[in-house]
């Protein structure tokens, strides 16, 4: 960053209590809006607004992330690719002001973490210690997240710039499990299975069935051969006609297990791109609310 390395800075006698606080706060939320989206509830949402407030991050100048909260700034939030994503940082918005000490980049990639492990997905370590910067210099350029028309090698490319490799790559797009695409956000539309209100390996046994172009007046997307009714952008059809990645694709599909293992470390590590953490420093694992109930 622009003052120095990103460490994070838990605020004082904050621990894991307080942060369960806020997570059973916003799983509460959640369950109060399960409708919302055409039943996708908040899902999709959350865990899209903790990726795109991430994955900024260029490993090369060390800029981008979440460390700094910088979404709610132009020119980031204005990206065309940020589209939608003031209705999940509104949805938070309330527990930035019922827990003022809690910093917006530890929100924002909290939300995500609520969001995979009470749709049924798996434990996601989590630290806190993101710090609100309001210094323009901290605010990452447009055009760091990925395009949707794109092919395999872009894929490729644009992780690698994050300092992820092949699998992580893959697992990471697993999330396309939630939610939707929606055509007033990014001109797509359509969610990518039936179970989109839920954390499952299904986006990988989808893909591997067959998919043709939509004829339709929108941008190039695909639908199943099947129902027509579930859809993959070209990014995600690119994960089948590379082999680097069509491997972990099939590894996926067959072991649910070992997708949320995988996904569980990649979503983990992009949450926290660009943020130091004092040596020794102890992840967060939170309870869900099924647990904290029996
Ligand atoms: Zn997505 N994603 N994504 N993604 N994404 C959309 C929606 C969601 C790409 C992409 O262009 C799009 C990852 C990777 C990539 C989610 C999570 C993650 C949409 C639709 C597009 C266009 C937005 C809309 O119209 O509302 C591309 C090109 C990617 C990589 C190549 C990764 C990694 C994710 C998480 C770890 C989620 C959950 C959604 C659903 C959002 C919602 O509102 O339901």
Redesign the pocket.
């Known amino acids: 960053g622009v003052a120095g390395p990103n460490i994070a800075k838990v605020p004082s006698g904050k621990g894991l209590k307080d942060y369960q606080e806020i997570y059973n706060d916003i799983a509460g939320k959640i369950e109060e809006n399960l409708d919302y ?1 055409g039943g ?1 509830g908040f ?3 959350l ?2 607004l903790s ?1 795109h407030a991430s ?1 900024t991050y260029d490993k090369n100048t060390k800029t981008g992330g979440s460390f700094y909260g910088s979404m709610i700034y132009d020119p980031e939030s204005s990206d065309g ?1 940020n ?2 994503l003031a209705a999940g940082r509104d949805f938070l918005y309330e527990f930035a002001v019922k827990y003022p000490w809690i910093s917006r980049g530890d929100l924002w990639t909290l939300g995500g973490v609520v969001a995979v492990q009470e749709s049924g997905g798996p434990k996601v370590p989590w630290r806190p210690g993101r710090v609100d910067s309001f210094d323009k210099r901290d605010i990452p350029p447009p055009g760091n997240l ?3 028309s ?1 092919d395999g090698k872009y ?1 490729r490319n ?1 992780f690698k710039r994050m300092g992820f490799g092949d699998r992580e790559t893959v697992a ?2 697993g ?2 499990c ?6 007033h ?4 539309e359509g969610p990518w299975g039936p179970s ?1 209100n839920m954390f499952t390996n299904d986006f990988f046994v989808r893909l591997l069935q067959g998919w043709h172009v939509r004829k339709w007046d929108g941008p190039k997307q695909y639908e199943d051969d099947e129902s027509n009714s579930f859809m993959m ?1 070209p ?1 995600d059809i690119a994960l089948k006609e590379e082999s680097y990645f069509l491997k972990y694709v099939k590894l996926y599909a067959a072991d649910q297990d070992l997708f949320f293992k995988d996904f569980s470390k990649a ?1 983990a590590a ?1 949450l926290e791109l660009g943020v130091e953490y004092p040596r020794g420093s102890k992840p967060f694992l939170f309870k869900t609310i099924d647990e904290q109930e029996s």
């Open positions: 989206d996708a899902y999709g949402q865990v899209r990726w994955g690719a589209a939608g990925p395009d949707a794109e894929v644009l990471l797009i999330a396309h939630l939610g939707k695409c929606h055509t956000n990014s001109g797509y989109f952008l990014t979503y992009l």
